[in-house]
């Protein structure tokens, strides 16, 4: 530190210049020379703010026992009459079901899934068959840990702009990558973009037995404002019966996870899986559930 400030009235004296800083801008430069000790001369006064992103950035690992959902495993059986399209669930109880969209990813995925089996919480992955196709074997895992597997088409575009004949291509090359990779069907879509028109929905729904599930609580975690926004925002947001929405594809959503799943459980909210909450719909609402057409 001494040898550091002794550079600093080196450099001072080299470069005249900074002497005429008024004592506030010197303080600036001289924090900013401190900061990237390994500079060889001082820092301009307009680059003191800049810091650049820490890529080594990990979510620290869990420190002690973390709350747990609760056991158990209720049923997903949902009848076809349940609803064409769901953004949340009218249900009774704290029930809440997040899901994660844009996977497999072969690192951020199976971080996800470790945190979520500290917890026993089981969640619904809407996964791209593309990338399902690339890493097979993260979508097993998930599958073997109990989580649900939705479709999310085959290559991620926008549906609305597609015929009828590309939107079936698109939900059964997902469908069958899927099958191939880990043995199971999906029995939910997500559309990408959420963007679907009605008559589309009614058509999947028909043909592939599929709602399409939307979201109640949407962080924008794909702009990546943090992982602390992250979690603020899907802890404001949730209600009981809410769908969350998030995206496994993005390191900043699963370094967000800890927190949120903490905090949505300590606040008492139960995870089940997008069927399992469909499941758990009370009759008496269920023109409140369904969505009218984008
Ligand atoms: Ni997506």
Redo the contacts with the bound molecule.
């Keep these: 530190m001494d040898n550091t400030l002794h550079k600093i009235g080196d450099s001072l004296i080299r470069n005249p210049g900074l002497g005429q800083l008024s004592r506030r801008g010197f303080i600036a430069a001289s924090a900013a020379t401190l900061a990237s000790c390994k500079a060889a001369s001082p820092l301009p006064p307009s680059a003191a703010v800049k810091t650049p992103p820490n890529k080594e950035y990990r979510t620290p690992s869990v420190q002690g026992p973390v709350p747990r959902n609760q056991a158990g495993n209720p049923s997903s059986n949902f009848s076809k009459d349940a609803g064409v399209t769901f953004s949340r669930v009218q249900v009774s109880g704290n029930f809440i079901a997040i899901t994660f ?2 996977g497999p990813h072969p690192q951020n995925t199976p971080r996800l899934l470790d945190m979520l089996a500290q917890r026993n919480i089981k969640a619904t992955f809407y996964v791209i068959g593309r990338s399902v196709d690339l890493h097979p074997g993260v979508l097993r895992r998930t599958v073997a840990e109990g989580h649900e597997i939705g479709n ?1 088409s085959h290559t ?1 575009r926008l549906l609305s702009k597609l015929g009828d004949a590309e939107v079936r291509q698109e939900m059964q090359r997902c469908q069958d990558a899927i099958g191939r990779a880990a043995g199971v069907r999906p029995r939910t879509m997500r559309p ?2 959420g963007g679907l028109l009605q008559r589309q929905r009614e058509l999947v729904h028909e043909e592939f037995g599929y709602p399409t599930i939307l979201w109640s609580v949407d962080p924008l975690d794909w702009r990546r404002p943090g992982p602390s926004v992250v979690a603020s925002r899907i802890l404001s947001a949730t209600t009981a019966g809410g769908i969350v929405l998030a995206h496994d594809l993005h390191s900043q959503t699963v370094d967000a996870m800890p927190a949120t799943l903490d905090g949505l459980l300590k606040r008492g909210f139960k995870f089940v899986t997008v069927s399992q909450l469909i499941a758990m719909k009370t009759e008496t609402t269920a023109q409140a559930s369904v969505t009218p057409a984008q």
């Design positions: 969209d844009d999310h991620h990408p973009y």
